[in-house]
Structure formats: C-alpha cells, structure tokens
C-alpha cells in the first residue's frame, strides 16, 4: 500500500487480525519518506511483513517509471534501516524451492541445509548443488517475488498501459462502482499475464487494451482462491487469497483508494485443493 | 467570396448525424469544464474529459422515471449496527452483573495493537458493543472476546462465556431429549421389522465416547458466534469427542455459514457448527496461556484420588505481575490454563471397556478377562504446566516470545505467539493477560497435508476346494457311472473267483 496512506489504509486491512503498532508506523512514516530520496523511486509502498520465528521482517517496494518491470523491494527488522534484496531470476527461484523448507528463522544470513539425497543424480550435480548454498535473504527474495507474481491485486482501470509500453498509474480512475466492486471480473493480477493470449477473439473484442492488458482474478485455477468480502460495516471490499495466506487486498469504491499488503509466514498453501 | 473562417465555423456547428451533438458545442463544453475546474495537466487527460462529458450529457436526457434504488449491503447492515448504539434505560438494575461480565475492549485494542493484532478501531469498538448486546439479552455471567476465525464468504466473530447454571440444566434437557427422540425413532423401526425378520448382523459398532458435561472440560465454556457485530449471535451446540477426533484428520476453511456440510475424508459428524466448534476447542486447549503465578489450584480439602485430574483453578489474589523483559525471555514464565484434550477427544479419560462389560459384571471369568485387556489410561500433562514443556513439532519451537517496543523497553508488552496455530497471541504487561485468536482456524502442518486414505477393500475368502462349486452329474452321467462301476465290481469278482480256482488248483 502506498506510504502516503498508510496510516488510514491499515485500518481498512485490519480485518485479517494484523496490523502495525504505533512505534512501527511512527518510523515506517519517516523512514519511508528517507528511502524515496535516495533511491529516487516514484512511488513506495509498503509491501508487508512477514513473521519468523525469531524476528519479523518488514518489506517495502519502490516503484520507477514502469510499475510492473521496476520494482525493487528492500527489507528491515526496524522500519528505519533498509537493505536491499537481490532480484529474482528464474535459476534462483528454482533452486530457492526445492532447498528451503519450513517457516522463516529471522535471520538473514541463515544457511538451509540441502538434503544431498534428495538428488540421485550424478556427483557433479550434487556438487554444483552442494556449492551453492540458500541462504534467508535469498528465500525471501523469492518469496516476495512470487507472491507479487501469484498474488498480487489492483482493480480493473486503476492502471494504464501508455502508448510507450509504459505501466502507470491512471489519474482518472475513479473507483469501481458498487456493483463492480463484489465482482472477481473487476480484478487483475498485477503481474506479465499469462492467460491474455489464450483468449477468443471475441473476447479480446470486448477488451480495451489501455486497461486489460493483464490477467483477470476469476481465470485462477483452482476456482474459490479468493475470498471477497464487504468489511468495515460493508463500506470496504477486501480480497484475501487462499493461495498466499495472509494477502490482503482493500478497495474502497467510488474512490481511488486501493492496495494490498501482506502479513503472514510466507508459506504457500499447497493445501488448497483439499480445503476448498 | 465566403469568409474561410466562417466555412470552418458552419462546419463545426454541423450537427452529427448520429448523436444530434455538434463539435463546436462538444468543445466548448469540454473547454468549458477544464476552466472550471482548472484540470491539472488537462492535455493528457483530453480524451477522458471529452468522454466524461459525453457521459454526463446523456445521463441528462434520461427519462423521467428513476429506478428505485436496490439497498446497498451495506446500507442494510447499517440498520442493523444502528440497534448498537441505543442505550437502554433500565441499565440501572443489573449494574454490577453488566460491569463485572463485560471485558474492557478498550484496553484489549490497545495491548493487542502494541502486540501487532488488531481489528482496527471503529470494528473493535462495535464487537464491544456487540457483545454488551449478547450479555444484555443472554444473561452471562461473564464474557470474553475469544477471536476471529476468517472464512471465504464471512467471517466469525466469536465470543466465550460461562453460562447461569439454569441454563446448564436447560441445556442437558435439551440434549437428553434429542437422544430420546432418536431412540423412539430405533423402536419405531425395529416394530415393523419383527413381522417379518430380517436375519441381523452380528456387528456392534465400537463404543461412542460420551461428551463431557457443560462446565467441564472441553465444554467449560459456552461459545457464541456471529458474522459482524450487530448481527444476532448464534450458540454453538456442545463439543463431542468424536467431532475433535475427526477434526484433527481433515483440514477446511470456514466458508462463514453455520449449515455449510462438511465434505471430507474421514467423514465428519455433523456440519460447520459443530467443525468451529471442535476448532474452536482444540485451539483453546493449545493455546490459551497465562503468566505464571496469576491462576493458583483450587486447593482441596480430603481425600484426594490419585487419577482424578485437578481442573478447577482461581485467580491467585497475591500475583505480583513478572518483569516483562523476563517474560519475553524465558517460555517457562507462561503456563496453560486450559486442560489438554487426550487422544480420545476429551480432557477426562474414560474407560470404554467396563462399560461394554456391565452385564458380565457377575462371573468372574469374565472379570479376569476384562483386567488383561483393559486399555492404558492416557494421561495428558496436568493444569498450569509451563509453556516451555510443550513438545517440538517440525524442527521448529512451539512458541516465540517477543517484545513489542525495541525502543521504550520499559512500557513494552511482552507476546506470545503460538507457532502451531499461526494467529494465537498472547500478551502480558505487569498485572494484565489476555488471549485471543485472529486467524483462519487451521493448525501448522509443516510441509503439506496428507489426507487419510480410505481403507483397502476387504478381501474375499480365499477360494479353495472346500468352497468351490462343482457342477451337479446330470442323470445320464449317473448312469453310465453306475454302469461303469457295476462292470468294475464284476470284473473284480471275476478276477477273485480265477483267484480261489487258481488256489485251490494248487
């Protein structure tokens, strides 16, 4: 969520039971305003939090030009000192799932131990495995990634495609309307879409390739990942997902406040199937 | 010679075959509109301009008959929350009853916010009134705000509380009554069946183990539900233990409606009602903490039987509240308050065996029998065990401490969070504690959820000779066996009689 309304948005969130208290949101406040100076970010927001077993880390993003390409996200146990996190590539990521189990310990320069008799393939395998270790802060780097791949919300309209191939934020989106609000249609991934391409022509007719040029919620497999619900005595929409537990999207309609944050133990619920 | 200027006039003010709309009129109402509103960087959103004005001049021209605007949810459910905020004039003759009953929601807010778990402000101030509403109109005589267990539609909000003993009384009728209808309904069947027998199976369903008693155990507390504060609350029926049994095999979201059905694997008994409230109790079983000292046992007076468990504890009058830098540090600072449940679904064990052997009661065969087969009592740990006892599960520790405030050390709260159901808190500043539980109601099971499988089929009886069919001889074959056989006798009577002559020759 946007560091500019953060102090009113959390409690639009607090419906998923965490929140902030009031000396984190004192230094997020301030340390956020520092980390857009010196980064020259456009925009930051305040990714979300993810719980360890011994200490918390609190995520922030800062957004360029591009809204989907530049993002880059930064990490702290404070609020105030910020560290960057590696970006994600797709090598990382593989070897990051398959090494590390388990919930977060909390400290950054942690080692996951890989089990070698997972792999029976050949020595040289095992050793290139071997020499390249998985620490924390690369899991988190992943975890982060995926879940603004998987997982992330923004609803339909509230960003634009520019002619230059440009995400931004559209200045003339005024909120979904009522009835819009409690529809999953209304909603997109915030990430490259995958589904777009599979679509009818007569589908993609309906279009307008400004604002979808990204996946909608309802496509997501399995059917029921996402809870809509109307909360703060019905005047807020709130998406959570049953996927990543403990995303939490708000969107206030017929205005432009909208984001989402994240507040769990970065674990994936493979589970799901089975508790649908 | 015609003016060029008023050529390219005519042709704006041309009116548009269409839409009767002329672009000189078109521009200048969007012109018009950027000027009063002084539009920031207009050039950019031009096209939008124009097509909001386009909109709003529709709209205009629309007919007069309006349609009659549907309510809003959350209009509706406003009504309802405004029914929260009457206040009642005879508040004056349960005054102490009220005060004692209701928590001070106020000060939970802010503890639990300094702990990072919260409902935001305005939500929690209506769950306070809320429950005020369900003291008032069920008469407790104490109330607590147990949590918020999230679901795919709706979400629950529930509160624990201990009932009049009245309604204890109530409540056992009740469910006496329910079991008795279903046993007419036993009769009733076994009366048509006499007439005409059906042979009866030999199979007797392994014994069900008896619920516990309202104020003990599992059911020590009576739990309420709704889905938003102001909403009527609903009461959650009594846990049995078959219900805890099958609720630890299957794992489900709540979808927010009490007669949702459970579908799974084992199946389980009853519907979503009865699944929160198993929940419900497994998660106060393994959660609910206290700092240590503030519950004392009830100390009694006599005989004392090694077996029975001590389940009663009362607030120690002399607790002097722990330093909160040493709660954060050690675990053996917090204890359980709430008994464990067994492995058999209850927090008492109870013998299944005697009560199967009541009739046999008198031989003594039987007895012997009865002493060797009799099952181990399971044991669980005793009340106000520490916290720091609790068994490691998934190479991770079962609980982590923190402090809320890095900064200010001194006013910080120090919280418990349990890992082995994500959501359960607690917080303990000097001389307050409270739990509470804001999650999705699903415990920890490390990598992935492994569902029971249903049982193998059962066998058929291995075939053999004994039960093989063979097929009948018919008639013609019975006779040309007979004939065979009577050739057979024949010849060896032939044979026996060349025997004798062949003898007596010699």
Known sequence: ?276 | MEDPAAKVKALLLKSSSESQLSLYDHLVQVLMKVIDEETHNAVDVFEDLSHHVKQCSLEERQSVLKDFPQPTPAELLAEQQRLLFVCTDDADQEEDLVEMALPNVSELRFFLEQAGVGLGREEMQRICLALKQLVDSEALLCCRLWGKILGTRSSYIVAEAECREGLEEEEQSAESTLEQEERHDDTKEKHVNEKDPLPQTNFKPPPVVPKEAIGTGANKFVYYVCNEPGLPWAKLPLVSPAQITAARHIRKFFTGRLDTPIVSYPPFPGNETNYLRAQIARISAGTQASPQGFYQMVEEEGDEEDEVLRDSYEVNPDFEGIPTAEMSESLSTWVHHVQHILQQGRCTWVNLATKAGDDSNEEEGDEREEAENEPEPEVGPSLLTPVSQDAEMFNSPPWSTKLSSRLTPQHAVAVLHSNLWPGAVTYACGKKFDNIYMGWGLKYVGEGHSPALPPLPQKEFPSGPEISEAVDPSVEEEQALEEALEEQEAAQEATEESDEDQEEDD
């Not at chain 1, 105030?80 to 590390?100: E, G, R, S």
């Not at chain 1, 992330?152 to 495609?161: M, T």
């Not at chain 1, 674990?267 to 199937?273: A, E, G, Q, V």
Request: with cysteine; glycine share 6%.
């Open chain 1, 1 to 276: 969520m946007d560091a500019n309304t953060l102090y009113c948005s959390l409690e639009l969130v607090a419906g998923s039971g965490h929140t902030l208290n009031s000396e984190q949101r004192a230094a997020l406040q301030t340390s956020l305003v520092i980390l857009r100076k010196n980064y020259k970010f456009k925009r930051v927001l305040f990714w979300g939090k993810i719980m360890g077993l011994k200490e918390d880390y609190f995520i922030a993003q800062g957004r360029g030009e591009d809204e989907l390409k530049d993002r880059t996200s930064l990490y702290s146990f404070n609020c105030i000192d910020w560290l960057q996190l590696p970006p994600a590539t797709d090598a990382l990521i593989n070897h990051v799932t398959t090494a590390a189990k388990g919930r977060f310990i909390g400290d950054p320069s942690f080692v996951y131990d890989h089990d070698p008799q997972q792999r029976p393939g050949t020595e040289k395998q095992a050793e290139e495995v071997m020499a390249a270790k998985v620490t924390e802060e690369m899991r988190l780097a992943v975890t982060v990634h995926l879940i603004d791949e998987e997982v992330s919300v923004v609803p339909r309209g509230a960003f634009v495609k520019r002619p230059h191939g440009l995400v931004q934020l559209n200045p003339s989106f005024s909120g979904l309307s009522e009835s819009e609000a409690i529809k999953l249609d209304n909603y997109l991934h915030f990430s490259e879409p995958k589904n777009l391409k599979k679509k009818s022509i007569l589908e993609l007719g309906e279009l307008n390739p400004a604002i979808d040029f990204l996946d909608v919620l309802s496509d997501d497999i399995p059917k029921g990942s996402w809870s809509l619900q109307l909360e703060c005595a019905g005047r807020v929409c709130v998406l959570r997902s049953l996927l990543w537990l403990g995303l939490t999207f708000y969107h206030v309609p017929m205005t432009q406040q909208h984001g989402y944050i994240y507040m769990g133990y970065g674990n994936k619920n493979l589970d799901l199937p089975f508790m649908l």
